[in-house]
């Protein structure tokens, strides 16, 4: 199967960043989101996205003014993935909300219609069955930031249909990304399974009192040689992510640290709508963050 037409549902910051990127190399793009204020959003996020790409990528203006020209918007479900050949979705980090959204959508969508979910920490077993389709629905995992950090996880389910999985492989190299093909269910796939320790690591020595934000990061930076700390981290993946995925853990087990962590980000980040970079403040300020300055890491 080849695919033309891409539809990405939720257009927050990865769902406005797989969009960019899918159209930049030549796919016809459909954006869904619940109203036109969240969309209005996602406009002024792509007019970012594009002056990034020109900064890293050296892009021209042409190639910038192509890649918009294949992106549409709409806020009606049916609409959005009449013609869609993949579906990725990429909207909150919550089994409710995931699981409502793909009940909705299963009677929606053409036959043909490929559904990925873009989830970092939970299984596509998890919601194969509400899909309609089991067996043309998988995990497509992107980094954040992803026209720098261009890997993409492809991981099936039981049923996931290999042709399908082939597919998506194909699907992500064509739009500049490192395949890296799964070949069995993983929570938090490759990456997150090294990097989520790491930033639930730092958190907990922050929450606990062990150390401040610079230090943590200072310790890292020196120690292991990284251009940035696990705090840099976080402000880059979005400070929600990280709640959302403690708040999970906390209702499951009722673990007392997640419990504190999660509090800890409502009260002096999720409130205050300290986000991280896509907010211009979460654990740094920005555009300059304090720990790219030069003495940063000096004695």
Do not use: C
Not at 38 to 59: M, P, S
Not at 79 to 95: C, S
Not at 196 to 216: F, H, M, Q, S
Not at 281 to 297: H, I, M, Q, S, T
């Amino acid at each position: 199967m080849k695919i033309t037409n891409v539809t990405i549902a939720g257009s927050g910051v990865l769902g406005s960043q797989i969009a960019f990127q899918s159209a930049f190399h030549g796919y016809h793009i459909v954006i869904y989101d619940i109203n036109e204020q969240v969309l209005e959003k996602a406009k002024k996020n792509l007019a970012i996205l594009a002056e990034n790409f020109k900064r890293d990528l050296n892009t021209s203006d042409g190639q910038i003014e192509s890649a918009f020209r294949r992106i549409s918007y709409s806020t009606d479900l049916k609409d959005a993935v009449k013609n869609a050949d993949l579906m990725i979705e990429a909207i909150p980090e919550n089994p409710a909300i995931k699981t409502e959204f793909y009940t909705k959508l299963a009677p929606l969508a053409p036959e043909k219609t490929i559904f990925a979910t873009n989830t970092s920490t939970l299984l596509p077993s998890t919601f194969a069955a509400v899909t309609g389709r089991p067996e043309k629905f998988l995990s497509l995992h992107f980094a954040n930031e992803i026209w720098k950090h261009n890997t993409a996880e492809i991981m099936g389910h039981a049923t996931t249909d290999p042709e399908v999985f082939q597919n998506v492989v194909d699907f992500a190299k064509h739009i500049g990304m490192v395949a890296l093909p799964l070949t069995k269910e993983q929570p938090g796939y490759i990456v997150n399974s090294l990097l989520v320790p790491l930033l639930d690591a730092a958190t907990k020595l922050l929450v606990n009192g062990v150390a401040d934000i610079e230090t943590v990061d200072k310790a890292w930076m020196v120690a292991t040689g990284a251009p940035v700390g696990p705090f840099g981290i976080l402000d880059v993946v979005g400070i929600t992510t990280a709640y959302n995925i403690n708040k999970i853990k906390f209702d499951k087990t009722n673990d007392e640290t997640a419990g504190k962590v999660v509090d800890f980000l409502k009260k002096n980040f999720i409130d205050q709508n300290k986000l991280g970079v896509s907010t211009n403040e979460g654990f740094y300020k920005y555009p300059n963050p304090v720990y790219r300055k030069a003495d940063f890491l000096k004695p």
